[in-house]
């Protein structure tokens, strides 16, 4: 995992590449470890800060007080390690702490003279442990001090000297940060200039508008205002601006301004939001820690701000005040997405092409509708036990006038009973959601004409039966919710069906060979009931007879042992039964130091692999460019022959993906002389060659054990309900299963990666999610490899997840690794 260097006047430190979001603000450096569909996954925060702010807590010694100054009132933790490391030329005080609501807490103080000292606080979700602790601690050993530390924090704003020094000057008494932030800030009216001349000031700061100003409309109306303060100046202008060269950009998303074609309207944001979240705004180029509070103004073709850039750390605003042209006749309002009845009012029909909204008044709707002949898209949404939903009691029939219409969404219809045969005259229609309905029945052919339709939704109304014709182009089918208990059989036959989604129906028959959807959402005990789920081996070539007794500990002597004794130590001999029935006899790895590629075939994570000499590098094409799966691990199989029964006793595995988005996996084995091996050294090609863009991880060797796994009894009933019911006891005994997971470690750290070993997963598991793909039982399938995210090589899968391969067992037996499931597990 690569670094980067930050620093403030007094202090520097190397932050691991993980961290995504780097914050500098005088003497303070965090960093967030952040992904697109997460919240922010972890902090890591190191700050200099004077002896004398701790005076105020208890405590004998200065580690002392820091501790009970990190203390909350509403929140409970358990000290988990206490240690001290030297750092710069000092003694170092660490505690790490669990709360009571999952987070690991790793804090650090180092003093460095009597005045000044650094304190270091990290946190994480507490089952992420294992991946953020070495990164906490190899941040806070990068630590480096220079400079004057009094010069820079007398630099510091006086609210902040005021909280440190425990003083009250009398620029805060006039001046208080709470008090001035609670007042409200005027916000002045705009009005256009009276001579016609655009303007963007911040403060005293001018700043010209770039060419690259634009407005659009694709749905909202798009406005880009960008900008650059002439002759910037970092040390004059940075309180501010944070860019190289003073360019700043205000993107805007917006809606329900239209009014005769020109945008009109007065939008209020607090800290750069809107609280209907109706409007958008991004910002670029500005502090981070500086937000718009004020007024966005359309009208007569100009957009106008008028408010403050608010500081969340210092008690200031800053005054913004922008006016800028909009040339309203580029704007092609037939690709506006008009949100309200009252944006139809003197609104010629022809303009209307898309049309959502949301709890409208019936008998409104009604009139509105009757003249948008031209509308391409109408949505309407109802809210739950809205007196709109339950006045709606039928689809207008106004609608079936609409020849043009390409989407039809009715959501939450409650009161409507039933769907009109004239739908099926809509033949422009490609995408139908007719959902929360009390319809219980559709007529065979209404949906049998409609040849452009690919996207149908049915779900949760009371349907008795599946649509008996549907068109040729369907690609996706949702019926989930109703009260069906069949499916026609035609549905097999539809060559583009790639998505059935039938959950929750009183299912009492399936046609054979429905299980062939690629995409067939339905209960997974369904699944084995209703329709031939029999693995037929990769590639269909059957499958063979294995011991299935191999996978599990009880089989193995010294396993079998160390499990009676985690069971005695743990006081969980009440549970021994059950808990020896699930024990899987897995192997364990953890990767210890940087492989070199000095030995050839070796067991590895990262790097690249040894392959056979005829074999090349697997590939995919992409944009006709061939561009490299991600290399994972190879297992040299008879390295780890001694430690399990299942796996081929020669021989390696290698483990690759495609990227990290799909996860798609190619698992290959080679039996053969490991002199006709090709070092992973001697392979010509760089990071850009591989597709996904973590590139090529660092090589580690690994040491190896056999052990004994358990799932973590939290929402895992599927691998004990029907085997040990009275495990599920467990599931409110979090501490207890801990210590008992933590007693059969084979290292004296946390195993990263492991081969037929229980995966933690918030839904279902990779052996079920292995059946929903391709067919078997659970209990047939068995994690080939599960890799965590490990900060030696530098796995980071989503937000420190894990990723495994899962076979069949039949598959395994016959040393066939070409039909291989790759999961994902993430928070």
């Known amino acids: 995992m690569d670094n980067q260097k930050f620093e403030t006047e007094t202090f520097s430190l190397l932050i691991p590449s993980v961290y995504s979001d780097m914050q500098v603000v005088w003497e303070s450096i965090r960093a967030a470890h952040e992904h697109p569909k997460s919240d922010y996954l972890s902090y890591a925060t190191t700050t200099l800060i004077p002896v004398a702010f701790f005076n105020e807590f208890e405590g004998e010694t200065l ?128 009005s256009i200039p009276e001579d016609g001349k655009e303007y963007w000031k911040i403060d005293d700061i001018e700043l010209q508008f770039l060419p690259e100003c634009s407005a659009s409309v694709n749905g909202t109306l798009y406005i880009n205002l960008e900008g650059i303060i002439p002759k910037f100046n970092e040390k004059k202008h940075g309180y501010v601006v944070d860019s190289y060269n ?48 004020g007024h966005v103004t359309l009208k007569e073709g100009w957009i106008g701000l008028t408010g403050y850039l608010e500081d969340k750390w210092d008690p200031k605003r800053y005054k913004i ?37 949301k709890d409208p008044d019936p008998i409104e709707l009604r009139e509105e509708l009757h003249s948008l002949v031209h509308l391409e898209s109408l949505s309407i949404q109802f809210s739950n036990d809205s007196k709109e939903a339950e006045a709606f009691t039928e689809i207008p029939s106004s609608v079936k006038h609409f020849k043009d219409l390409k989407s039809l969404h009715l959501w939450g219809i409650s009161a409507v009973t039933k769907f009109p045969e004239w739908i099926g005259d809509l033949r422009e229609l490609e995408h139908l959601l007719l959902a929360g309905s009390k319809v219980k ?66 299912l009492e028959s399936l046609p054979s060979g429905l299980e062939n959807i690629p995409e067939l959402d339905l209960e997974l005990e369904k699944k084995m009931i209703l329709l031939d789920y029999t693995y037929k081996g990769a590639n269909n070539s059957g499958v063979i007879p294995y011991d ?93 022959a001694s430690l399990q029964d299942y796996l081929p006793r020669t021989g390696i595995l290698y483990f690759f993906i495609e990227d990290q988005q799909d996860f798609t996996p190619k698992v290959l084995y080679y039996d053969g002389e490991m002199d006709k091996l090709k070092s992973a050294g001697e392979l010509n090609f760089d990071e850009e060659f591989i597709y996904d863009e973590a590139g090529i991880f660092h090589p580690f060797k690994t040491n ?35 210590a008992l997971h933590e007693a059969l470690l ?23 999610e292995a059946v929903n793909t391709f067919k078997g039982k659970p209990e047939e399938w068995m994690v080939l490899l599960r890799v965590n995210s490990d900060n030696n090589p530098g796995f980071s899968f989503w937000d420190a997840g894990e990723i495994y391969f899962v076979i069949h067992k039949s598959d395994l037996a016959k040393k066939d690794f070409s039909n291989v499931y790759c999961g994902l597990e993430t928070s």
């Open 63 to 190: 580690v002392l007080r820091y501790w009970e100054s990190c203390k909350h009132e509403d929140q409970e933790t358990k000290l988990l390690e206490e240690k001290e490391i030297q750092l710069a030329g000092h003694t170092s005080n660490i505690r790490m702490l669990k709360s009571n609501d999952g987070l690991f807490y790793y804090l650090a103080i180092v003093q460095i003279s009597d005045e000044f000292c650094y304190i270091f606080k990290g946190d994480c979700k507490i089952k992420n442990r294992s991946f953020y602790e070495p990164l906490f601690e190899e941040i806070w050993k990068s630590l480096e001090y220079f400079g004057n530390p009094k010069e820079a924090i007398n630099k510091l704003p006086q609210f902040l000297l005021d909280l440190y020094y425990h003083t009250e000057s009398e620029k805060n008494l006039d001046f208080d940060d709470e008090e001035e932030n609670d007042i409200p800030p005027i916000i002045e009216e705009f």
């Open 246 to 293: 003073g360019a700043v950009g205000l993107n805007f998303s917006l809606s329900q301004i239209y009014n005769q074609g020109i945008p009109t309207g007065v939008i209020p944001f607090e800290k750069g939001r809107d609280e209907s979240y109706n409007h958008y705004l991004w910002d670029r180029g500005f502090n981070y820690s500086v937000a718009f509070t």
């Open 321 to 357: 005040s922008v006016a800028k042209k909009i040339n309203v006749e580029e704007l092609e309002w037939e690709k506006y997405d008009f949100t309200l009845l009252k944006e139809l009012e003197k609104t010629s029909p022809k303009i209307v092409r898309q049309l959502k909204l």
């Open 441 to 506: 029945g559709i007529h065979p052919y209404t949906l049998q004409y409609l040849s452009k339709l690919k996207y149908c939704y049915l779900e949760n109304n009371n349907l008795g039966s599946a649509p008996q014709s549907i068109p040729d182009n369907l690609e996706v089918l949702h019926l989930e919710g109703n009260q069906i208990t069949d499916i026609p059989s035609s549905y097999i036959r539809l060559k583009n069906l790639r998505k059935l989604h039938i959950r929750n129906n009183p």
């Open 548 to 640: 299935d007794e191999l996978f599990y500990a009880r089989n193995n002597s010294d396993l079998n042992s160390n499990l009676q004794k985690a069971i005695k130590k743990t006081d969980f001999q009440e549970y021994e039964k059950g808990l020896s029935k699930i024990a899987r006899h897995a192997v364990n790895f953890v990767t210890t130091t940087p492989d070199s590629y000095d030995e050839l075939g070796n067991t590895r994570f990262g790097g690249l692999p040894d392959l056979p000499l005829n074999l090349d590098y697997p590939t995919v094409k992409i944009d006709d460019e061939e561009k490299g799966y991600q290399f994972i691990a190879q297992v040299n199989c008879a390295s780890i």
């Open 704 to 738: 190896s054990a056999k052990c004994v796994s358990l799932p973590s009894f939290y929402n895992d009933e599927q691998h004990y309900e029907n085997i040990a019911p009275e495990l599920k006891e467990l599931e409110e005994k979090y501490e207890e299963a801990e």
């Open 746 to 768: 084979p290292f004296n750290e946390k195993s990263s990666h492991g081969i037929n070993s229980y995966v933690f997963k918030q839904h279902d598991s990779p052996e079920i």
